[in-house]
Structures are given as structure tokens and as C-alpha cells.
Antibody, heavy 114, light 111 residues
Framework: EVQLVESGGVIVQPGDSLGLSCAASGFTFDDYAMHWIRQAPGKGLEWVSLITWDGTSTYYADSVQGRFTISRDNSKNSLYLQMNSLRTEDTAFYYC???????WGQGTLVTVSS | QSALTQPASVSGSPGQSITISCTGTSSDVGTYNLVSWYQQHPGKAPKVMIYEGSKRPSGVSNRFSGSKSGNTASLTISGLQAEDEADYYCCAYAGTSTPWVFGGGTKLTVL
């Protein structure tokens, strides 16, 4: 059974940094690109970032470019999102997903508030 | 404004069929057959209903089907049930510059 389990969501202040993790199981992790997607409370879905299967290429939404860094450790079947210079508008549920979108995690809530 | 255009709301009666459209461009929906659809009930995580245009994950009812014509993808739900009432989002692969683009979501009401 495929499982994606996010962790790391907490309440932080504007300007803080935070790292999220996504533990994958049930499939050959290093065969697939992985995504982060977020959803602000009461809003729609927003794609955040993508990393290729081998980690050599990464892509970001304009809204997080330069502040967020996606990475992966295939030896640990894990995906990461390092978020720096957090803003109140980054408040959202963050989901990891396997490309091409057939499996998503249950999400972790990041709240940025003073 | 979302990259993909969905109707804000659709409705239908139990047993009926409804279709939710998702209109993109020749750079996303029109080029790649990589559209996915997600169902989201209030307070819950999105659930994958369709991926790669028309594939259903294990456990998803065959009442849900996906299709595409030109730059528009569609999700059809047949034999509507009360439990289908939810928000539905489409998502399309749009190439390496912005790999995924989402629609703004459609609220389905089962009358």
C-alpha cells in the first residue's frame, strides 16, 4: 500500500524558517518525481515545487522561488521542503504527492503568525 | 486567478449524471494527457479520483470517469450519490517551467 506521510507543520512567526518532511512507502521512491502542493484555509490548491526522481532538477512556483528548497533522500525514501523567510501568506496545509498525481499525503499544517 | 478554468458550482439530483469541465490551453491540457481530478470534502485532504486523464486509482468507483477534448478536460460522475457532494479540483501538467497548474475548484451539490 502506497503511503505518503507529511510532518513538521507548526506555528511560526513571520521571517522564521521551517522544514517539512514526507515519508514515502509502498512504491519504488527513486523511480518517481515528487511534488509539494499547498492549500491555504478556505482556498484552492496551489502547486509549490517539484523534484525529479534523482534530485538533479527542481522547480518552484513564483510565490516561493528563492525562499523554499525542495530536496529528497532516496536512501531514506523521504522528501523535504525547507521554507525560509516565511510570510503570513504561506499559511496553509502542505501536501506531498507522487508524480503523476496518483497518490497524495494527508497534509501538515503550517501557520505563520505573529 | 487560476491557470485552469472550472465552473464555480454544479448541481444534480441523486441518480443523475453531471460533468465538470476544466479548460486550459494548448500548453497544458491540450498538449499533455496528464490531467488529474481531486475530490475534497470539508476538512479533509484531497482524494485522487482520476489521474493521467482517465485512470482511476484502486478503490475509486467506476461512476467517476475522465476525458479530454482539445484544451478542455472533463470529469463525469454518473449515478450521483449524496456522498459525492464535495469540492472538485482539476490539475494539469504544463511542462517544466510550471509543472502543475490547478483549477479554482467546483462545488458539487447533490440536490
Amino acid at each position: 500500500e502506497v503511503q505518503l506521510v507529511e510532518s513538521g507543520g507548526v506555528i511560526v512567526q513571520p521571517g522564521d524558517s521551517l522544514g517539512l518532511s514526507c515519508a514515502a512507502s509502498g512504491f519504488t521512491f527513486d523511480d518517481y518525481a515528487m511534488h509539494w502542493i499547498r492549500q491555504a484555509p478556505g482556498k484552492g490548491l496551489e502547486w509549490v515545487s517539484l523534484i525529479t526522481w534523482d534530485g538533479t532538477s527542481t522547480y518552484y512556483a513564483d510565490s516561493v522561488q528563492g525562499r523554499f528548497t525542495i530536496s529528497r533522500d532516496n536512501s531514506k525514501n523521504s522528501l523535504y521542503l525547507q521554507m525560509n523567510s516565511l510570510r503570513t501568506e504561506d499559511t496553509a496545509f502542505y501536501y506531498c504527492a507522487k508524480h503523476p498525481g496518483d497518490y497524495w499525503g494527508q497534509g501538515t499544517l503550517v501557520t505563520v503568525s505573529s | 486567478q487560476s491557470a485552469l478554468t472550472q465552473p464555480a458550482s454544479v448541481s444534480g439530483s441523486p441518480g443523475q449524471s453531471i460533468t465538470i469541465s476544466c479548460t486550459g490551453t494548448s500548453s497544458d491540457v491540450g498538449t499533455y494527457n496528464l490531467v488529474s481530478w481531486y475530490q475534497q470534502h470539508p476538512g479533509k485532504a484531497p482524494k485522487v479520483m482520476i489521474y493521467e486523464g482517465s485512470k482511476r486509482p484502486s478503490g475509486v468507483s467506476n461512476r467517476f470517469s475522465g476525458s479530454k477534448s482539445g484544451n478542455t478536460a472533463s470529469l463525469t460522475i454518473s449515478g450521483l450519490q449524496a456522498e459525492d457532494e464535495a469540492d472538485y479540483y482539476c490539475c494539469a501538467y504544463a511542462g517544466t517551467s510550471t509543472p502543475w497548474v490547478f483549477g479554482g475548484g467546483t462545488k458539487l451539490t447533490v440536490l
